[in-house]
Nanobody, 128 residues
Framework: QVQLLESGGGSVQAGGSLRLSCVVS????????MGWWRQAPGKEREGVAG???????????YYNDPVKDRFTISQDHARNTVYLQMSSLKPEDTALYYC??????????????????WGQGTQVTVSS
């Protein structure tokens, strides 16, 4: 059974940092296109960052424009875990953050329909 378990969310002030973790079980994250998504109240789910690291070597990374230069996605192959380091957080980053896994190349980073597995999410709240 495939399971993606997120953790690391919380409440921080603007300008602060958080690191989200996604522990993957039931499949090898190395073989999948891994992504972080978020959904704020009243808004559609949006792709934040993605990574594809077959055999332990990063082949591709993706960031959407609002988080470029502030967020970093990485992968620990020994732990089968994907991370999202978030810095310089803004109130508009407030959302429920999800980890997702899909086939490579799939339909691109930004189409949620191309991801096969999703976690339950971890809440990030940024206050001004």
């Amino acid at each position: 059974q495939v399971q993606l378990l997120e953790s690391g969310g919380g409440s921080v002030q603007a300008g602060g940092s958080l690191r989200l973790s996604c522990v993957v079980s039931g499949l090898s994250a190395d073989s999948m296109r891994m992504g972080w998504w978020r959904q704020a109240p009243g808004k559609e789910r949006e792709g934040v960052a993605g990574i594809y690291s077959p055999g332990g070597r990063t082949y591709a990374r993706y960031y959407n424009d609002p988080v470029k230069d502030r967020f970093t996605i990485s992968q620990d192959h020994a732990r089968n875990t994907v991370y999202l380091q978030m810095s310089s957080l803004k109130p508009e980053d407030t959302a429920l953050y999800y980890c997702a896994a899909g086939q490579w190349p799939g339909g691109g980073w930004s189409d949620p329909g191309t991801y096969d597995y999703w976690g339950q999410g971890t809440q990030v709240t940024v206050s001004s």
